[in-house]
């Protein structure tokens, strides 16, 4: 799979990389950024997955993880989080439509043409990463922020052979009851809510799905965050763990909000986290 990289930046030793590329799952070009740290590789590789309203940029120049990632020889990807472009649908409201693809495959029109992003993360991106750049497809963690936790989450769950390590800020554990995947799941899924529950971490956690696959899932959430009691609502992932005993670390942080600067303050943790897991 061919990648086009619009601009390279030495970073940290290594190399940041912004590059575009076509995915079959969507239809269209998609963006991404590729750190790779300095040496020959292959490297272990974590993809972090953003929130609502996000592209590619805000993980890439706000989360400030290269440094750690260089010390650490990990490579880090961070796709944008929807398909773009003339022809692709969207809503005026900043979660559904572009920067609001939730990491699911729709199948309600006008969404299922493109937004298929559940594919594009678990297919075509690994593919083009693994194909242009010097990291081990056997080695891949999955992290994200908000919308993107809900991702990785969920990701690591249905597809436990693509990811040896799984991690999250914040994210939407639930969304299945909660307002922002309530609009975006009726969207496109429609409105039977039977084929929702393979896109919540919790119900799959619940159902038993990757149980013991993973020794430890972290999650770092923000007791200041202003999402937190009405869309995030840890306890219920902690609750679907502790039905079948899988190890979580929920860390609770006083006076944290949903921002960067939380993603600031915890990512060496994560990084770290996801090294030792990916040796």
Same mark, same amino acid.
């Given at each position: 799979?061919?990648?086009?990289?619009?601009?390279?930046?030495?970073?940290?030793?290594?190399?940041?990389?912004?590059?575009?590329?076509?995915?079959?799952?969507?239809?269209?070009?998609?963006?991404? !950024?590729?750190?790779?740290?300095?040496?020959?590789?292959? +490297?272990?590789?974590?993809?972090?997955?953003?929130?609502?309203?996000?592209?590619?940029?805000?993980?890439?120049?706000?989360?400030?993880?290269?440094?750690?990632?260089?010390?650490?020889?990990?490579?880090?990807?961070?796709?944008?989080? !929807?398909?773009?472009?003339?022809?692709?649908?969207?809503?005026?409201?900043?979660?559904?439509?572009?920067?609001?693809?939730?990491?699911?495959?729709?199948?309600?029109?006008?969404?299922?043409?493109? +937004?298929?992003?559940?594919?594009?993360?678990?297919?075509?991106?690994?593919?083009?990463?693994?194909?242009?750049?010097?990291?081990?497809? !056997?080695?891949?963690?999955?992290?994200?922020?908000?919308?993107?936790?809900?991702?990785?989450?969920? =990701?690591?769950?249905?597809?436990?052979?693509?990811?040896?390590?799984?991690?999250?800020?914040?994210?939407?554990?639930?969304?299945?009851?909660?307002?922002?995947?309530?609009?975006? +799941?009726?969207?496109?899924?429609?409105?039977?809510?039977?084929?929702?529950?393979?896109?919540?971490? !919790?119900?799959?956690?619940?159902?038993?799905?990757?149980?013991?696959?993973?020794?430890?899932?972290?999650?770092?959430?923000?007791?200041?965050?202003?999402?937190?009691?009405?869309?995030?609502?840890?306890?219920?992932?902690?609750?679907?763990?502790?039905?079948?005993?899988?190890?979580?670390? =929920?860390?609770?942080?006083?006076?944290?909000?949903?921002?960067?600067?939380?993603?600031?303050?915890?990512?060496?943790?994560?990084?770290? +986290?996801?090294?030792?897991?990916?040796?």
């Amino acid at each position: 799979m061919s990648v086009e990289i619009l601009s390279s930046h030495r970073c940290f030793g290594g190399t940041l990389s912004i590059c575009r590329h076509h995915s079959a799952a969507t239809d269209t070009h998609m963006r991404f !950024s590729v750190y790779i740290p300095e040496g020959k590789g292959p +490297f272990p590789a974590l993809t972090f997955l953003a929130g609502l309203t996000c592209t590619e940029e805000n993980f890439t120049t706000k989360a400030g993880a290269y440094g750690r990632a260089a010390e650490l020889g990990l490579a880090i990807i961070a796709p944008d989080t !929807s398909p773009r472009g003339e022809g692709v649908a969207n809503d005026d409201a900043y979660d559904l439509g572009q920067g609001a693809g939730f990491y699911i495959d729709a199948t309600e029109k006008p969404w299922a043409p493109h +937004f298929n992003m559940e594919t594009y993360v678990a297919r075509d991106l690994p593919a083009a990463v693994r194909d242009n750049f010097p990291v081990d497809g !056997s080695r891949q963690g999955i992290t994200g922020h908000s919308m993107g936790g809900h991702g990785a989450l969920t =990701l690591a769950l249905k597809y436990p052979s693509h990811y040896r390590s799984v991690s999250a800020f914040a994210p939407i554990v639930s969304p299945t009851r909660c307002p922002w995947g309530e609009k975006a +799941f009726t969207a496109y899924l429609g409105s039977d809510r039977s084929a929702w529950a393979a896109h919540d971490a !919790s119900a799959l956690m619940a159902s038993g799905s990757a149980v013991g696959h993973f020794d430890d899932i972290l999650i770092d959430q923000g007791l200041a965050d202003q999402f937190l009691e009405k869309e995030l609502k840890p306890e219920l992932f902690e609750e679907a763990c502790a039905m079948h005993r899988q190890k979580l670390t =929920l860390r609770r942080h006083e006076g944290y909000d949903h921002s960067y600067y939380f993603i600031q303050s915890f990512i060496g943790d994560h990084l770290t +986290f996801h090294a030792e897991r990916l040796k």
